[in-house]
């Protein structure tokens, strides 16, 4: 089937379960076979880790047979094999890398100074510095910068290789101080970010595309030693198709914490993952080494409706509707709700994550949820049009 088949019988249940996942099942599919290690194009494999040597790489970058042959690679690896693997010097000038450093450092300083928000994804809120939405500030405040930094050719195959074109980039920074506490094992976006209850609710289908419409990657901004920690990697672990409903597990977690593996990284290297692969940022022990990454987050183009929507305001023409209906209990709540999917955004994504922070270190509230939090408590008209109003305005860049 796909990279997250965990079993025969898996790909037959439309339904996933949090309790059905198995340990054992999980286990059986972290197990390499011959072709993982039958790479044309990699330098060395460490840990069931392929590592690209970019500068090894740039003829076959540039000839289109030998690009397609190589990306065709990448994406097996992604896909059936580790999925993982090192871009070794993805900037073998590591100049673009410390001017975009300079600017990173100096927001970092701004935000802190101003009180933003601290909310991160998977660690404590404040734990670490994070720049929020940092593609765009790095464009804006140091367009040349940001020119030379996105130049690279190797970042732009490798986002091909997993998206195909028209790929969408976005970025956050994170810095992880000395002393800095490890993230929980988790997956990533878009399932990963989801509760159990609500990752449950997409058939087994939906789990089975969501790695595909997302390339995670990391650019190293400073040399990572595995004393610092690098994010802790479990190759093969994208192979288990109910994985978006297992991290969260004890005994899940605790075979992560047993078995994982951490790639040491220099500045300019970059790390590329299938976001269904379980990972989690290391801790870092050194008492010198600020560890600040440029954490990728791909989009296939396809991830896109086809037209673009008011839906504040048919949310706020549509409330007192409810509303009324709702005192008068001449409306099931089930039929509530139905109307509230079809006029709403379901979806948390993507937003302003400096002024709509993640709550529980997962998602911001959805448009759904205040619409149907305000027609639970009965709000006034003039309190929920505040409330959406203010919520879009918090969403906007």
């Not at 810095?175 to 993230?183: D, L, S, W, Y």
């Not at 109910?242 to 605790?254: C, I």
């Not at 709403?344 to 529980?360: H, I, K, M």
Request: with cysteine.
């Amino acid at each position: 089937m796909s990279t997250v088949e965990s079993g025969r019988d898996a790909g037959l249940r439309h339904w996933y379960r949090e309790q059905d996942c198995s340990l054992q099942n999980f286990v059986a599919q972290l197990h390499p076979v011959p072709a993982d290690s039958d790479l044309r194009f990699a330098a060395e494999i460490r840990e069931h880790v392929p590592v690209y040597d970019c500068r090894e790489l740039r003829g076959d970058i540039e000839d289109a047979s030998r690009r397609a042959d190589l990306q065709s690679e990448w994406s097996t690896i992604l896909n059936r094999g580790a999925g993982v693997l090192v871009l070794k010097r993805a900037y073998d000038d590591t100049t673009p890398v410390d001017e975009a450093t300079k600017v990173f450092e100096s927001i970092i300083r701004e935000e802190r100074e101003t009180g933003g928000a601290a909310a991160d994804h998977f660690a404590n809120a404040g734990a670490n510095d994070r720049i929020w939405n940092a593609h765009e500030k790095l464009c804006l405040r140091a367009p040349s910068v940001f020119a030379r930094y996105y130049a690279g050719s190797a970042l732009c195959a490798i986002a091909e290789a997993w998206l195909g074109p028209h790929f969408q980039m976005t970025s956050q920074v994170n810095v992880v101080r000395p002393g800095g506490q490890a993230q929980q094992v988790h997956r990533d976006y878009h399932l990963g970010f989801q509760t159990v209850a609500e990752a449950e609710r997409y058939p087994a289908h939906v789990h089975a595309i969501s790695p595909f419409l997302t390339l995670q990657g990391a650019i190293a901004h400073s040399d990572m030693p595995v004393e610092s920690g690098p994010t802790k990697l479990l190759p093969f672990s994208q192979r288990y198709a109910e994985g978006y409903l297992a991290w969260r597990r004890q005994d899940f977690r605790d075979y992560f914490e047993a078995h994982y593996v951490q790639q040491p990284l220099e500045k300019g290297d970059a790390l590329f993952f299938n976001p269904a692969l379980f990972h989690a940022a290391g801790p870092n022990r050194t008492t010198s080494v600020h560890r600040m990454a440029n954490l990728l987050q791909i989009s296939s183009a396809y991830g896109r409706a086809m037209e673009s929507l008011n839906r504040t305001r048919m949310c706020e023409v549509l409330y007192p509707v409810l509303l009324d209906r709702v005192r008068t209990q001449s409306i099931e709540r089930e039929e509530a709700d139905a109307v509230i999917a079809s006029c709403a955004e379901g979806y948390p994504f993507p937003t302003n994550l400096d002024r709509d922070p993640p709550l529980g270190g997962l998602a911001p509230e959805s448009q759904q949820g205040l619409f149907r939090r305000a027609l639970t408590e009965l709000w006034s008209m003039d309190r929920f049009v505040a409330a959406i109003r203010e919520q879009a305005e918090r969403r906007e860049a």
